[in-house]
């Protein structure tokens, strides 16, 4: 079979997708792009998209891809296997909830939605219509992250005794929803929260979060934000986030962990590994971005028929509840909030 695909969205994330897409059936996997949808049909003949992290194409070839600027009419006039939803924050539980109710299965961008009320009305979707939706928390399929991950749970330099995680750059100007708060949810929502998902990924949910956080830009939420995370067993989890970093900055993201007996440091492009009693290294990571891996791992689970097992919704809802905390905490200046765990 051919696996047909509809994407939704064709801004900077709609066009990283496209991309690697096109990749893929390059690369002979059987998957074809049969429709894309924007609100604004001029999107689909820009050959240029801004982002803080590359990945889309210049030069993006349509053919044979038909262009649609509502997406009712595309659900009626194509036959679709699947969506990909890369809209702003504040439509993907309306397009998700739409397109499962069609029988379409779902990728929807992260944040899987504002809130979790929005988010289990998604998953109640998909179960009441036997589809699989998973979520583009793309840090989990990172090749940095998933050698992060990996350390951790096989213990290889014991337990993680500290961790830090921090993501920033200038504020975004590639759509005006990004900066108004009940759209995005503002930088804790739409930055900071690839790294709270990686730090519940890694560790489960948190007892509690205590945040700092700080708004610069009128109307967008908080822009500068920094989270303490409290686990049982008294590990430091720290992660920071400031989308306010202009000039020529560019874009920034890294971690430092420590463990028992011996430490991780990414800087953005590397991971670094020093063991506490032998000479550091780096580590060997396969060269391509997460994008790439989360989208093969999404189509090829649904050509084979197989149940999606990464970014589950049900996880991917407890980063947007542990968001929602840590919100809470930063209205009360910092003040420990107790999460159900």
């Known amino acids: 079979m051919t696996l047909r695909i509809g994407l939704i969205g064709f801004g900077f994330m709609g066009r990283t997708h496209l991309t690697n897409y096109l990749r893929l059936q390059e690369e002979g996997l059987p998957i074809q792009v049969k429709a894309v949808c924007d609100i604004n049909l001029d999107k689909l003949r820009e050959q240029e998209a801004v982002g803080n992290i590359s990945g889309a194409a210049g030069q993006i070839s349509l053919d044979n891809i038909s262009g649609y600027s509502s997406v009712i009419d595309m659900l009626e006039n194509e036959e679709l296997d699947c969506v ?11 397009y998700s909830v739409m397109c499962l109710n069609r029988g379409l299965h779902v990728l929807c961008e992260k944040p899987m939605a504002l809130d979790v009320s929005e988010c289990l009305d998604m998953i109640a979707a998909a179960e ?25 749970d096989e213990q290889t330099y014991g337990q993680v005794k500290s961790a830090f995680f921090f993501r920033g750059g200038s504020t975004p100007t590639w759509g005006a929803w990004l900066t108004q708060n009940d759209k995005s949810g503002g930088a804790l929502m739409d930055m900071h929260i690839h790294d709270t998902d ?9 007892e509690a979060v205590s945040t700092q956080a700080l708004n610069i830009v ?8 920094s989270t303490h995370y409290a686990y049982a067993g008294g590990k430091v989890v720290n992660a920071q986030a400031d989308w306010t970093l202009q000039g020529d900055y560019g874009f920034e993201m890294h ?6 007996r011996g430490n991780l440091v990414f800087d953005g492009s590397t991971v670094k590994v020093n063991p506490n009693e032998n000479s550091g290294f780096q580590a060997e990571l396969p060269a391509d971005l997460g994008y790439y891996y989360q989208l093969k ?11 999606i097992a990464e970014a589950l919704p049900q996880s991917t809802m407890e980063s947007v509840s542990i968001i929602r905390a840590e919100i809470e ?4 200046h910092g003040k420990w909030v107790s999460l159900q765990v």
């Open 218 to 225: 009128p109307g967008s939420g908080y822009d500068v934000v």
């Open 84 to 94: 990909d939803i890369t809209l702003p924050t504040y439509l993907h539980k309306e």
């Open 329 to 332: 905490s930063a209205d009360q």
């Open 128 to 152: 009441m219509n036997d589809r699989q939706l998973m979520i583009g928390q793309c840090l989990r399929f990172w090749p940095a992250y998933e050698y992060l991950k990996r350390t951790v």
């Open 255 to 260: 971690y430092r962990v420590n463990f028992e």
């Open 198 to 206: 990686v730090i519940n990924w890694l560790f489960g949910k948190p």
């Open 297 to 307: 791992y999404f189509t090829e689970r649904l050509i084979s028929g197989e149940k």
